[in-house]
């Protein structure tokens, strides 16, 4: 029986992307999908952001 390309990869990838605020997200999630990295400021802020912006400020950085 022949492997699908999936099931050859060696890397774990989740078999559904999903994108934007259709799950829930912490604000770490929120720091990295800006591209940087997780430190303790940027998580505060991104706190303060998805207070104020709610779902919305993650789709800003996911399609």
């Known amino acids: 029986m ?3 390309p999936e099931e050859q990869s060696t890397t774990s990838r989740p078999r559904r ?3 934007g605020s ?7 999630d929120l720091v990295m999908a ?4 997780v430190t303790p400021e940027r998580v505060e802020m991104a706190k303060r952001l ?3 912006k709610g779902a919305a400020a ?3 950085y996911l399609p």
């Open 2 to 4: 022949k492997e699908s």
């Open 17 to 19: 992307l999903f994108t």
């Open 22 to 28: 259709e799950r829930p997200f912490d604000p770490e």
């Open 34 to 37: 800006s591209g940087r990295d």
């Open 50 to 52: 998805m207070e104020e």
């Open 58 to 60: 993650i789709e800003r």
